[in-house]
């Protein structure tokens, strides 16, 4: 019997990796359910609750501007600002408590998501209550940012699980809906509070946001399980990748820009002689924009490269804000087309960065990458904005460096972006995969991980190309679908 099994193992060895690579293939999540299916539910419920955490966070564009020019509640301009960093840097901060939670068996996915529901729809109800600064950072920084991270760390994860081919489509439909939501609540904030006050309008969001949350909580429904993902809050041995390295540069850069600009776009646009209607108005065409240009962007992602359509992307947010948002936008009709045009690409972080985890770390460690992920981007977070005020200048220029600031961020994401799409070149060129084996180690970076380790064991000769920076320098200029 052991001569068996030893006979066995040689065989198995012998037979190669490539040979050995559908076994492989088969144990992977695609195999195990039908693509789509019950997934669709999960998209869109999903993109619900996007609509009514994110897509409401958007309309703090519209309350800080009320803010500035009525002057409530007694604050400095970087203490509004404040406020609505704090929000997204807390919803950032509560992913492990969310990744934590989410894992337990106890609480999952779903009741995770419905405390988030519930501190959010306090944030609100608190908010219409405060008459002083701190009572604002507790209730609409604290509270809602806390609701939102819930929310949004528990449900991120789940649309990869659910979809193979078409994951950045279906994951970018998802995200799609903070910019629907964004197009409702920017207009609709500033409809409220000119008609009803501030105090009112924070109750009935809170009322809107709770009930729809509810529902999408009862909708969403994970594969936890099924692909055995490993929901470790603090996973450091992540930060010893330089792909996960370069990941976070990317993200970091490109999330200082994309608060900056979705939160001074509204009184950039007062600043250059707008009314508040007409600036709300150029806010939530930039919310639309983002709701039309995420399914754009993932669809164009699985056909043409994820990190290719991801950094393309970036780079053509930053020379819109270099150059249109510069020397164009000085009216209503170039403010709009400037929102239409960078609105579609300004939040590619939010529409990519699940499938690109899954193809920098694997599908199975997606929880943990994000969780930390999200820690990283805290400190930005917090004080995008607040850079943003301290950089402004009051009269018609007064947004140059910020212009500039945001444009050359945005610039430097995609450099850090495009190093990565090198490492990914380099890497898939370590390893011979067939069509079918280059697809699925494109899509799930565990998969090309096993398929290196396979190779660096095998003894048959294999030319590859030479190790160092030359080989993965020319990732930098090859055109490649990765």
Not at 1 to 12: C, I, Y
Request: aromatic fraction near 12%.
């Amino acid at each position: 019997m052991a001569v068996s099994n030893e006979q066995t193992e040689n065989d198995e060895r012998d037979n190669g990796s490539v040979n050995r690579t559908p076994s492989r293939i088969n144990s992977q999540p695609q195999g195990e359910f039908k693509e789509g299916g019950y997934g669709w539910v999960v998209i869109f419920g999903v993109f619900i609750l996007n609509a009514h955490t994110w897509g409401l966070n958007s309309s703090y564009a519209v309350f800080l501007a009320y803010y500035l020019r009525t002057g409530a509640f007694g604050a400095s301009q970087l203490g509004y600002a404040f406020v609505g960093g704090l929000s997204i840097s807390i919803a950032l901060l509560a992913s492990p408590l969310a990744t934590t939670l989410v894992g337990w068996d106890r609480c999952g996915t779903r009741l995770t998501i419905f405390l988030g529901t519930i501190f959010e729809a306090i944030g609100f109800i608190g908010s219409s209550f405060a008459s002083e600064l701190w009572h604002l950072i507790l209730s609409q920084g604290v509270s809602f940012g806390l609701g939102m991270g819930l929310c949004f760390v528990a449900s991120a994860a789940v649309p990869p699980q659910w979809f193979v081919k078409r994951r950045s489509f279906a994951n970018s439909i998802a995200a799609s809906g903070s910019g629907f939501g964004g197009l409702c609540y920017s207009l609709a904030t500033n409809a409220m509070i000119t008609n009803i006050g501030l105090p009112w309008a924070f109750r009935i969001i809170a009322i809107i946001s709770f009930v729809v949350n509810s529902i999408a909580s009862f909708l969403i429904r994970d594969r936890n399980k099924d692909i055995g993902s490993v929901h470790v809050a603090f996973n450091w041995k992540l930060f010893k990748r330089v792909p996960f390295l370069l990941f976070q540069a990317w993200m970091v850069l490109s999330l200082i820009a994309y608060v900056i600009l979705i939160f001074s776009i509204v009184d950039y646009c007062q600043t250059v002689g707008l009314s508040a209607s007409q600036a709300s108005l150029v806010g939530a065409m930039f919310s639309l924009s983002q709701g039309l240009g995420r399914p754009a962007i993932g669809l164009s992602s699985d056909s043409v490269g994820r990190l290719n359509i991801a950094n393309l992307c970036t780079l053509f947010c930053g020379l819109l804000c270099l150059f249109f948002w510069v020397f164009g936008a000085k009216g209503l009709a170039p403010c709009i087309i400037f929102a239409l045009l960078s609105g579609s690409v300004a939040g590619v972080i939010w529409a990519t960065v699940a499938p690109i985890c899954a193809e920098v770390v694997g599908l199975a460690l997606i929880p943990s990458a994000l969780s930390m992920t999200w820690l990283v981007l805290v400190i930005p977070a917090t004080f995008a904005e607040v850079i943003a005020v301290s950089l402004r200048r009051p009269g018609p220029g007064g947004y140059l460096r910020v212009q500039l600031f945001t444009g050359f961020l945005y610039i430097g994401a995609f450099i850090f972006g495009w190093i990565l799409r090198a490492w990914k070149v380099y890497e898939l060129e370590l390893v011979r995969l067939d069509k079918e084996e280059r697809e699925l180690a494109i899509r799930d970076e565990g998969v090309l991980s096993e398929a290196i380790e396979r190779e660096s064991h095998n003894n048959t000769p294999n030319p590859r190309p030479a190790r160092g920076l030359l080989s993965m320098a020319r990732g930098l200029w090859v055109i490649e679908r990765v």
